[in-house]
């Protein structure tokens, strides 16, 4: 998961119908993979979680609040923005750079918001 720099911006990504919001917050393109599949909402979320990026995180989550399965898992493992968050944390350790407590927080308070809308 390598990063390059590039300008905040946002673009917008068709999945399952919706258009949805990919925005970055901090400038930093965290998805850089050229698999088709990948190039979706829900990896850049994946990618910016097990980096600890909470500007993209929160800007990805704010852009697309209506339509947007947090729980939402990976095509191989079906891991979820929260796993990513704790695998991110788990595999850089306490001393890295990522902001990992406050994602994985910000995810927590998320899907508990959606579970109480969906009641």
Same mark, same amino acid.
């Given at each position: 998961?390598?990063?390059?720099?590039?300008?905040?911006?946002?673009? *917008?990504?068709?999945?399952?119908?919706?258009?949805?919001?990919?925005? @970055?917050?901090?400038?930093?393109?965290? @998805?850089?993979? @050229?698999?088709?599949?990948?190039?979706?909402?829900?990896? @850049?979320?994946?990618?910016?979680?097990?980096?600890?990026?909470?500007?993209?995180?929160?800007?990805?989550?704010?852009? $697309?609040?209506?339509?947007?399965?947090? $729980?939402?898992?990976?095509? $191989?493992?079906?891991?979820?923005?929260?796993?990513?968050? *704790?695998?991110?944390?788990?595999?850089?350790?306490?001393?890295?750079?990522? $902001?990992?407590?406050?994602?994985?927080?910000?995810?927590?308070?998320?899907?508990?918001?959606?579970?109480?809308?969906?009641?």
């Amino acid at each position: 998961m390598g990063k390059s720099s590039t300008a905040a911006s946002t673009h *917008v990504a068709v999945e399952g119908g919706s258009s949805l919001q990919i925005p @970055n917050g901090c400038g930093v393109a965290h @998805n850089t993979s @050229n698999k088709p599949e990948r190039l979706t909402v829900h990896y @850049n979320l994946y990618f910016a979680c097990s980096e600890g990026c909470l500007p993209c995180v929160k800007a990805i989550l704010d852009a $697309n609040q209506d339509g947007f399965d947090i $729980n939402q898992g990976s095509h $191989n493992e079906r891991f979820s923005a929260l796993d990513y968050a *704790v695998w991110g944390k788990k595999k850089r350790g306490h001393g890295a750079a990522g $902001n990992y407590d406050a994602v994985i927080q910000l995810l927590e308070e998320r899907r508990a918001e959606r579970r109480r809308i969906d009641v």
